[in-house]
């Protein structure tokens, strides 16, 4: 288990715990009981509590009185849904931004996208979400809009628990680092209205990607 | 204190946390310490803990490790911003609803429009943001996106703290009206384009009133 070093035991005990969940080693429905976990971490129960309720508030975990949590299970719908939301605030955050984001930030960029490139490569779908939100989030800073910026990340991460999944069963990936690459050019041409139609095309096609998977797997489970 | 008959002891700890710091009974920067609290409400420390963890994600509070909570201060900007977020989530939410709405819907929230006059005469403030959630979530809910649903609340949970300190000072809310009696006319007419836009002007219009009046509010404190 990778706990980083963090400002306090809470947040390492949150981060533990959603790594798990977005890894898949916690699977959607799995029970989430405070005691065991605690026990297991190391820690008392009260992070842990903490880590849940915070985790709840991110879609990640799903609790009912009187009944404990689970990890959350997330209908098709519901992924489909993600995606839109992370549409309907990274368009404007990018249309924010174009104009303002520096040559280092580009040049940034470029180079998260070749890190990328590796990570696809040697298949560590573990870095996938960390290098896409940096990807991301290197155009969107300019913005100047921190709890959009906040938000969107949230919805990066319960994307990608999902694109997961999918990337370790398909090795997929090579579509949307055309499409990063095709975005960072619309960028350095400050094509506004070129960049935003790219970039909700890039997201909203993600999304359909993963339910598309997510549905044929489903019928490979059936008799 | 009006601590409503709920479903578990948790939640009306939350409720009556989350009430007043709407209703501004705890101001912006003011220290929300868990033993005290837990001892005025009669409850174990532990679901005060819960429920500023929850307040925390929904931007009510803020805390600092080592340092406590305290009543989240939004300046300015992050105002504008809230009221961004709104336009972002409910736009695409109505565009999605608008030809779904039926005549009992229709009919029903005009029924709230007029208990909102009501509610204004008397200057009965608390009422506001009750009633204005349920005036645009019975437009907003034949788009069945319930994850963007809750999102845009959380988001009218926020704007309701500030839009309650204008109305109370200003007995503003005609023009608001006025705009909730537009839009409910061309969700009538169903008339998509029209009320996207009559929405996204009625959101940001006030934001931007709001921030306007806090800015005079401002100005006047100075010596």
Same sequence: chains 1, 2.
């Avoid at 949590?69 to 993600?82: C, F, K, Y």
């Avoid at 990018?94 to 998260?112: G, M, P, S, Y």
């Avoid at 919805?155 to 999944?165: I, K």
Wanted: proline share 4%; hydrophobic share 40%; net charge neutral.
């Amino acid at each position: 288990m990778d706990i980083r070093k963090s400002r306090t035991l809470s947040e390492d005990v949150l981060n533990t715990l959603r790594e798990r969940i977005i890894s898949g080693e916690f699977a959607s429905g799995a029970p989430l009981r405070q005691n065991p976990l605690a026990k297991e971490l190391g820690v008392s129960p009260i992070p842990v509590r903490e880590a849940l309720v915070q985790l709840e508030s991110e879609g990640l975990v799903v609790s009912k009185p009187h009944h404990g949590s689970v990890v959350a299970s997330l209908s098709l719908d519901d992924i489909v849904e993600v995606f839109e939301i992370r549409a309907y605030l990274e368009v404007p955050l990018l249309r924010r931004a174009i104009h303002n984001i520096t040559e280092r930030a580009l040049e940034e960029a470029k180079e998260v996208l070749e890190e990328f490139d590796d990570a696809l490569l040697q298949q560590k779908v573990q870095e996938y979400g960390r290098l896409n939100w940096q990807f991301h989030s290197l155009l969107y800073r300019p913005a100047n809009r921190p709890q959009t910026i906040a938000l969107a990340q949230a919805y990066h991460v319960r994307a990608d628990r999902y694109t997961r999944v999918q990337l370790r069963n398909i090795g997929g990936g090579v579509r949307s680092q055309k499409e990063h690459r095709q975005l960072l050019i619309l960028c350095r041409e400050r094509d506004e209205e070129g960049a935003a139609k790219m970039l909700e095309r890039h997201i909203l096609a993600a999304g359909r990607e993963l339910v598309d998977f997510l549905a044929d797997m489903d019928k490979d489970k059936r008799p």
